[in-house]
């Protein structure tokens, strides 16, 4: 399986009606379909240009995507584990960057956009919420990131470490029952000019919980030339201290200027032309390109097929 854990390409309805075709961007549903087999979709609300309600806000987004997407062959919302045995579709899974828009009646919330499509919450963005510190505000999990912590697990909604600080990432994978995907980030001992990055005691924490840790395509934030080979040795050091199990690909796509060789999903052949060449054996690069994530998913989300 081909996976990407993260774009941001739903905010390209800023300008477009449909995500259906649209040359310059990183991803659309025509070269989705060509050269991925799931993509993760964020919802990412920005608070400061965002003049209503951010719950409204990310239900009028999320309509959007899910009317889009219905009127489009061959794609489909993953929702259930079982549709990861075998995928007739290519497959969306909706993800929330940043968990304001939960609001004060986060449970109701989260119960709404979960039976709508919802599968991923990233409990923050660059700021502090109501349930977790960012890795710009520092601070760990509140009371009610815990519960949200339990909700999700309960519900199959899979959490994201993306944002989230140190101390909030040590408080998630001591209280998950559930492994934990990091979305897009970048090795820390690779190059740690970011406070995003993850490092080496985090990575094995997530790694032993069985979670994911998928690398992003943003030259500044993969340091040294910024280039494919340099995201390669991110791909490469992760794959070398936690295994290709735990390895992944969160482009960040439509979300940042990327690597030129990789910016857009057709690029994404050379990714794995060059980790092949540069001595990765074909197992890992199955893990890396998509296997590690599926496995992640047929653990976390939920049985929905005939039961
Ligand atoms: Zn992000």
Redesign the pocket.
Known sequence: MRVDCHCDTVMLYEKYQSLACMPEAHIDYQRLREHLDLSFFAIWLDQEKCGKELSVEFQRVQDLLREDVSRQAGLDFLLWREQLDAPADKLILIAM?GAEPLGENWQENLKTYYEQGLRLVGPT?NYATRFAGSNLSGGGLTEQGRELVEHCNRMGILLDA??ISEEALDDMLACSRAPILDS?TVCAAVCDDWARSINDRQLIALAEKGGVAAITMVPQFLGGAGDLEQFCRHVEYAVSLIGSAHVAIGG?YD?ADLVPELAGIQQLPNVYARLRQRGMAEADLQQVMGGSVASLLKQVLPKGLGD
């Open positions: 960057e963005w993306a944002h897009h960040d979300g």
